[in-house]
């Protein structure tokens, strides 16, 4: 990390924002400048940091950095005001303890380069020292007000008469009161404590569109949540709506009048009044407005981001089926359903189009050369693609089988973003000579075995979890996604001799260069024997060794070389082996032998009780997945489409979605219901993250049916209230087909939430 003495000294900052100790900091930012990444910090240096997490870690880094680039605002702002010889002991001191962002240019904002305002002009025409007379609120004393501001009057320089003068000089008391910024400091806490985020519709827009629920809408912006900010914006640039930030403009005038004119009886008292009302009706208002807006949007996208990001860790930590092989349907009904046989390693086998839709004869074709696969390559799941069709192709599926007394599990599977990595240049690696379409099945029946090593050839946003996706802070969503992309292929670790260099440009000190270097030796000199053979790799050096090596898996070389161990503790497990009279082969996975050590006798230097404990598991079940274990989603074999489903009905489903009005739930009928927020769960839900995640096996029961909009409203809730204890409510939700990409204004749109209602199901990344 560049700048570390820097970063440094904000340590004790930082650990009073975090509420952790200031040597956790210091130590956390020195290993992070010496190289170390997020997750080998995190599991291999715990003694270091006091056993911070990947996200309080994460949180450290990211902090020290926005505090470094304040400092460094700060310096410039410093330096430019000293430039102009405005820069006063006091001023300095007050942009020295400015803490946030907005407190600093407040006080900039005097001393900006400013275009030609009413009153730059007005000081050019010689009225800044009248200005200042109404500006020092002088007493009466004797002197006549007219007579004071006639003194200015010069119709060479553009000040006809007195009125002229006057107005010069309110127009320079006005930019005052914008800039001053203890006035700003106390405008801006009500406006934002008292403001409302206001949507109309454009006269011009007059036909329905998918913003009729925000046509005349208004919140307070301290409450609004981001999904209806995203979705206001959006629709306003979209040019279907009008949005403006409301706020309580007299009462603040008024406060802003009795904060500046302290003498009523002033020479120019009325004048001041009036440059007070002019400074926020026509200036601070509207730059106000501009600043909140942007903080209301940076709020509701760093809230979308992490719905987005709290979505696909789950996503990518689903179970995965392992080393089964299998058969793999990417449905479609007009096209065919392309079909792709997979070993229990992922190699592709063969590959067939069925028309099952077309004919009876063509079916019986289909199934005849289904069931020729199945025979052929004996699969032990058969995978089918949740996209247009998928209800037919299940169908066809269980009638090929039962036909032929076979019995297959059958598991439906996420197609977001298959058909984006068909035509993708990994894709086009993988498999040249494949045509497109049939690409989409082998990625689907992948996903199955392994959804992590499969899902991270995708750019996460074609995914489909998130909301709003394409209307957040990009940079900020690619390093929050990347970041939990790492987080996720570091927990569960990855085979060095199996891994794409996808999965492997992901592993701690790594990245996409080395990956393919590991990837070319590979195939060059056959597999790795050891992890310390990886030393061999051009570009491996002993620092990337550190930090890759406890991720990287390889089978059959030493004991612990499939474990989470890291190799710079393989001497002390052999020390533990020794005492135990045993050889580290047996030792590791001997949990009974693990329990025997007494880790306090192991301990010297940097090794502590966090890594030990850490060994002791490992020797436990060394490699231990921590995705769990395989299981598929059983739905009703009698429902296939929404005209299937009926009120009332209770169903199992599986979460694809969380937002932060509710879940969209997979009921196995080609379209997600929406759980809304309030159905969730008997108990207040604020965040519905609290009690659904993605994945999540549930059972819902149907409060509503809505065949004309394909909506499906869907309860949990319901379902809980016959158990003691629980408490009637009631709400509701919609829903969408997921081949339905677009939400209201486009990707990621979501309903305005309440009870009943719903809409569109978020996200949609650009789908399979």
Request: glycine share 10%; aromatic share 4%.
């Given at each position: 990390?560049?700048?570390?003495?820097?970063?440094q000294?904000?340590?004790?900052?930082v650990?009073?924002?975090?509420?952790?100790r200031?040597?956790?900091?210091?130590?956390?930012?020195?290993l992070?400048?010496?190289?170390g990444?997020?997750?080998?910090?995190?599991?291999?240096?715990?003694?270091a940091?006091g056993?911070?997490?990947?996200?309080?870690?994460?949180?450290?880094?990211d902090?020290?950095?926005?505090?470094?680039?304040m400092?460094?605002?700060?310096e410039?702002?410093?330096a430019?005001?000293e430039?102009?010889?405005?820069?006063?002991?006091?001023l300095?001191?007050?942009i020295?303890?400015?803490q946030t962002?907005?407190?600093?240019?407040?006080?900039?904002?005097?001393?900006?380069?400013?275009?030609?305002?009413?009153?730059?002009i007005a000081?050019e025409?010689?009225?800044?020292?009248?200005?200042?007379?109404?500006?020092?609120?002088?007493?009466?004393?004797?002197?006549?007000?007219?007579?004071?501001?006639?003194?200015?009057?010069?119709?060479?320089?553009?000040?006809?008469?007195l009125?002229?003068?006057?107005?010069?000089?309110?127009d320079i008391?006005?930019?005052?009161?914008?800039e001053?910024?203890?006035?700003?400091?106390?405008?801006?806490?009500r406006?934002l404590?008292?403001?409302?985020?206001?949507?109309?519709?454009r006269?011009?827009?007059?036909?329905?569109?998918?913003?009729?629920?925000?046509?005349?809408?208004?919140?307070?912006?301290?409450?609004?949540?981001?999904?209806?900010?995203?979705?206001?914006?959006r629709?306003e640039?979209?040019?279907?709506?009008r949005?403006?930030?409301?706020?309580?403009?007299?009462?603040?005038a008024?406060?802003?009048?009795?904060?500046?004119?302290?003498?009523?009886?002033?020479?120019?008292?009325?004048?001041?009044?009036?440059?007070?009302?002019d400074?926020?009706?026509?200036?601070?208002?509207?730059?106000l407005?501009?600043?909140?807006?942007?903080?209301?949007?940076?709020?509701?996208?760093?809230?979308?981001i992490?719905?987005?990001?709290?979505?696909?860790?789950?996503?990518?930590?689903?179970?995965?089926?392992?080393?089964?092989?299998?058969?793999?349907?990417d449905?479609?009904?007009?096209t065919?359903?392309k079909?792709?046989?997979l070993d229990?390693?992922?190699?592709?086998?063969?590959?067939e189009t069925?028309?099952?839709?077309?004919?009876?004869?063509?079916r019986?074709?289909?199934?005849?050369q289904?069931?020729?696969?199945?025979?052929?390559f004996?699969?032990?799941?058969?995978?089918?693609?949740?996209?247009t069709?998928?209800?037919?192709?299940?169908?066809?599926?269980r009638?090929?089988?039962?036909?032929?007394?076979?019995?297959l599990?059958?598991?439906?599977v996420?197609?977001?973003?298959?058909?984006?990595?068909?035509a993708?240049?990994?894709?086009?690696?993988?498999?040249?000579?494949?045509?497109?379409?049939?690409?989409?099945?082998?990625?689907?029946g992948?996903?199955?075995?392994d959804?992590?090593?499969?899902?991270v050839?995708?750019?996460?946003?074609?995914?489909?979890?998130?909301q709003?996706?394409?209307?957040?802070?990009?940079?900020l969503?690619?390093?929050?996604l990347g970041?939990?992309v790492?987080?996720?292929v570091?927990?569960?670790?990855?085979?060095?001799?199996?891994a794409?260099?996808?999965?492997?440009?992901?592993?701690a000190?790594?990245?996409?260069?080395?990956?393919r270097?590991?990837?070319?030796?590979?195939?060059?000199k056959?597999?790795?024997a050891s992890r310390a053979?990886?030393r061999?790799v051009?570009?491996f050096?002993?620092?990337?060794?550190e930090?890759?090596?406890?991720?990287?898996?390889?089978?059959?070389?030493?004991?612990l070389?499939?474990?989470?161990?890291?190799?710079?503790r393989?001497?002390?497990?052999?020390?533990?082996?020794?005492?135990l009279?045993?050889?580290v082969?047996?030792?590791?996975?001997?949990?009974?032998?693990?329990?025997?050590?007494?880790?306090?006798?192991?301990?010297a230097?940097?090794?502590g009780?966090?890594?030990?404990?850490?060994i002791?598991?490992?020797?436990?079940?060394?490699?231990?997945?921590?995705?769990?274990?395989f299981?598929?989603?059983?739905?009703?074999?009698?429902?296939r489409?929404?005209?299937?489903?009926?009120e009332?009905?209770?169903?199992?489903g599986?979460?694809?979605?969380?937002?932060a009005?509710?879940?969209?739930?997979?009921?196995?009928?080609?379209q997600?219901?929406?759980?809304?927020?309030?159905?969730?769960?008997?108990?207040?839900?604020?965040?519905?993250?609290?009690?659904?995640?993605v994945?999540?096996?549930?059972?819902?029961?149907?409060?509503?049916?809505d065949?004309?909009?394909k909506?499906l409203?869907?309860?949990?809730?319901?379902?809980?209230?016959?158990?003691?204890?629980?408490?009637?409510?009631?709400?509701?939700?919609?829903g969408?087909?997921?081949?339905?990409?677009?939400?209201?204004?486009?990707?990621?749109?979501?309903?305005?939430?309440g009870?009943?209602?719903?809409?569109?199901?978020p996200?949609?990344g650009?789908?399979?």
């Open positions: 990390m560049s700048d570390a003495p820097m970063l000294s904000h340590a004790p900052a650990a009073r924002s975090l509420k952790i200031v040597d956790q900091v210091e130590r956390t930012l020195a992070a400048a010496e190289g990444t997020v997750p080998f910090i995190a599991r291999y240096r715990k003694e940091t056993g911070l997490d990947e996200v309080q870690i994460q949180a450290v880094l902090s020290a950095q926005g505090l470094a680039e400092q460094a605002r700060r410039t702002v410093l430019t005001i430039e102009q010889g405005k820069l006063t002991d006091e300095r001191a007050a020295m303890a400015a962002k907005a407190e600093l240019e407040d006080l900039y904002l005097p001393y900006k380069p400013k275009r030609r305002t009413r009153a730059v000081r025409r010689g009225l800044e020292p009248l200005a200042d007379i109404i500006w020092r609120q002088e007493p009466p004393d004797g002197r006549e007000p007219t007579a004071i501001a006639a003194g200015f009057i010069d119709t060479e320089k553009g000040v006809p008469d009125a002229a003068a006057l107005a010069g000089a309110r008391c006005a930019e005052r009161v914008a001053d910024a203890a006035l700003r400091k106390a405008a801006r806490a406006a404590a008292e403001g409302q985020l206001t949507a109309e519709k006269k011009e827009a007059d036909e329905k569109t998918k913003f009729d629920d925000y046509a005349a809408h208004d919140e307070p912006l301290t409450s609004a949540p981001s999904h209806r900010i995203l979705a206001i914006m629709g640039a979209e040019k279907v709506l949005v403006r930030l409301a706020f309580p403009d007299e009462a603040i008024l406060q802003l009048r009795a904060q500046v004119v302290q003498k009523p009886d002033a020479l120019f008292a009325a004048e001041l009044g009036a440059a007070v009302a400074g926020w009706e026509r200036l601070m208002s509207l730059s407005e501009a600043e909140l807006r942007t903080e209301l949007k940076e709020r509701a996208d760093r809230e979308a992490e719905v987005f990001a709290a979505n696909l860790r789950n996503l990518l930590l689903t179970a995965p089926a392992g080393t089964r092989a299998v058969m793999a349907l449905p479609g009904l007009r065919g359903v079909t792709a046989a229990a390693t992922g190699k592709l086998l063969a590959t069925l028309y099952t839709e077309r004919s009876a004869d063509e019986g074709r289909a199934q005849r289904f069931l020729a696969l199945c025979q052929r004996t699969p032990d799941l058969v995978a089918v693609g949740n996209g069709g998928s209800r037919e192709a299940d169908g066809f599926v009638d090929a089988l039962r036909e032929a007394g076979l019995s599990p059958i598991v439906s996420s197609e977001q973003g298959a058909s984006i990595y068909s993708s240049e990994v894709a086009r690696d993988e498999f040249p000579d494949l045509d497109v379409s049939l690409r989409g099945a082998i990625s689907i992948r996903r199955l075995q959804p992590l090593a499969e899902l050839k995708l750019d996460p946003k074609s995914i489909g979890v998130g709003y996706q394409h209307d957040v802070d990009q940079g969503l690619k390093k929050k970041e939990v790492e987080s996720c570091n927990a569960v670790g990855v085979d060095v001799n199996t794409s260099p996808q999965l492997l440009g992901h592993v000190g790594v990245g996409p260069s080395l990956a270097k590991i990837v070319a030796a590979r195939q060059d056959g597999a790795f053979a990886l061999k051009s570009g050096g002993p620092k990337t060794f930090q890759a090596a406890g991720f990287l898996r390889v089978r059959g070389g030493h004991p070389d499939d474990s989470a161990v890291h190799p710079e393989y001497e002390v497990v052999e020390q533990m082996a020794r005492d009279a045993v050889d082969k047996s030792l590791v996975g001997n949990a009974a032998l693990a329990q025997k050590i007494e880790w306090r006798k192991y301990v230097g940097d090794l009780e966090p890594t030990l404990k850490d002791l598991a490992e020797l436990a079940k060394p490699g231990r997945d921590p995705r769990g274990d299981s598929a989603v059983g739905f009703r074999e009698d429902l489409t929404l005209e299937d489903v009926k009332a009905m209770v169903l199992p599986v979460v694809t979605n969380v937002t009005f509710g879940a969209f739930i997979d009921v196995g009928v080609h997600d219901g929406l759980c809304h927020v309030s159905q969730l769960a008997t108990r207040f839900v604020k965040d519905p993250s609290e009690v659904v995640k994945g999540d096996r549930v059972t819902v029961k149907v409060l509503a049916v065949l004309e909009r909506r409203s869907l309860s949990i809730r319901a379902t809980k209230e016959a158990e003691p204890g629980a408490q009637p409510g009631a709400g509701g939700g919609g969408r087909p997921r081949d339905e990409r677009r939400g209201p204004g486009g990707p990621g749109g979501g309903p305005r939430p009870g009943g209602g719903g809409g569109p199901r996200g949609g650009g789908g399979g």
